[in-house]
């Protein structure tokens, strides 16, 4: 069984940061992508960033130059790095990873439980 584990959430002030970790575990095969979404109440969940298993990177526009995402496949661990933080900023962050475990024959979407994360201003 396949399970993704975020940490690293908090209360910060506006124009800090924070740091995500992600750890996969479980009978993971192979990855592919790795990625972060975060869903604020009353709105629909939204890609963040993700990173394809060559590196390739994804930005959604609104975090451009101010989040980076990066992932060490020997620890099966996807980070997301977020500076100059803003109150609208303040979400649930969940973690998605497309992978192949033991026992399935095509690669499938896992998600993690989320993570707080509540900027003031």
């Known amino acids: 069984q396949v399970q993704l584990v975020e940490s690293g959430g908090g209360l910060v002030q506006a124009g800090g940061s924070l740091r995500l970790s992600c750890v996969a575990s479980?009978?993971?095969?192979?990855?592919?992508?790795m990625g972060w979404y975060r869903q604020a109440p009353g709105k629909q969940r939204e890609l963040v960033a993700d990173m394809t298993r060559a590196g390739s990177t994804n930005y959604a526009d609104f975090v451009k130059g101010r989040y980076t995402i990066s992932r060490d496949n020997s620890k099966n661990t996807v980070y997301l790095q977020m500076n100059s933080l803003k109150p609208e900023d303040t979400a649930v962050y969940l973690c998605n990873a497309d992978l192949l475990s033991s026992g399935s024959r095509r690669y499938l979407d896992f998600w993690g439980q989320g993570t707080q994360v509540t900027v003031s201003s």
């Open positions: 479980g009978s993971i095969l192979r990855f592919n992508t």
